[in-house]
């Protein structure tokens, strides 16, 4: 990785939204907050210093858009993952390929690895998943059916679920 580019979608139904973007993929987005945190997490993950280029991140806005426009199921963006932990990888790459509309335990997830005890390993996977959204971690749900943890907070989780019509609240 040479290159790392940010930039901010203002205007969405669940409010502004940070990206990153390598030239290997998508590095990151994150719920609202300011610039300087983003910032920081994007130098975290990539040893970079990332170049604020609105440009660069067009298909990313674009996609993020559509989605949140109930207009796209499917993300074709390219995922950097290597910005990730080993076990994060395993973890969120299961949690990638939950089909939209479709909602997963985090007890799935852990079975899913070959290991029912990485459960907290996975809930922490999830909390720390610098993708969300696009390696959609909102459609990961406790045992007992309810709501867990979401950067974005729990209402914005449950209008992303709402949005892809598995969650009725």
């Given at each position: 990785?040479?290159n790392?580019w940010?930039?901010k979608?203002?205007?969405?139904p669940i409010?502004p939204?940070w990206?990153?973007?390598?030239?290997e993929?998508l590095?990151?987005?994150?719920?609202?907050?300011?610039?300087?945190?983003?910032v920081k997490?994007v130098?975290?993950l990539?040893?970079?210093?990332p170049?604020?280029?609105?440009?660069?991140?067009?298909?990313v806005y674009?996609?993020?858009s559509?989605y949140?426009?109930?207009?796209?199921?499917?993300?074709?963006l390219?995922i950097?993952?290597?910005?990730?932990t080993?076990?994060q990888?395993?973890?969120?790459?299961?949690?990638?390929?939950i089909?939209?509309?479709q909602?997963?335990?985090?007890?799935d997830?852990?079975?899913a690895?070959g290991?029912p005890?990485?459960?907290?390993?996975?809930g922490?996977?999830n909390?720390?998943n610098?993708i969300?959204?696009v390696v959609?971690?909102?459609?990961?749900i406790?045992s007992?059916?309810?709501l867990r943890g979401?950067?974005?907070?729990?209402e914005?989780?449950a209008?992303l679920l709402?949005l892809?019509g598995?969650?009725l609240?």
């Amino acid at each position: 990785m040479d290159n790392v580019w940010y930039g901010k979608l203002e205007d969405t139904p669940i409010g502004p939204l940070w990206a990153a973007l390598s030239d290997e993929g998508l590095v990151a987005i994150h719920f609202r907050g300011a610039e300087e945190p983003f910032v920081k997490l994007v130098k975290k993950l990539t040893k970079l210093d990332p170049k604020h280029d609105n440009y660069k991140l067009v298909q990313v806005y674009e996609q993020l858009s559509s989605y949140l426009a109930g207009e796209l199921r499917q993300f074709t963006l390219p995922i950097c993952w290597g910005v990730m932990t080993d076990f994060q990888q395993k973890a969120l790459s299961h949690v990638y390929a939950i089909p939209y509309g479709q909602l997963r335990t985090y007890n799935d997830i852990a079975h899913a690895l070959g290991n029912p005890k990485t459960i907290r390993a996975v809930g922490r996977a999830n909390a720390t998943n610098p993708i969300p959204i696009v390696v959609p971690c909102h459609r990961v749900i406790g045992s007992d059916g309810k709501l867990r943890g979401f950067a974005g907070g729990l209402e914005t989780k449950a209008q992303l679920l709402r949005l892809e019509g598995s969650w009725l609240l």
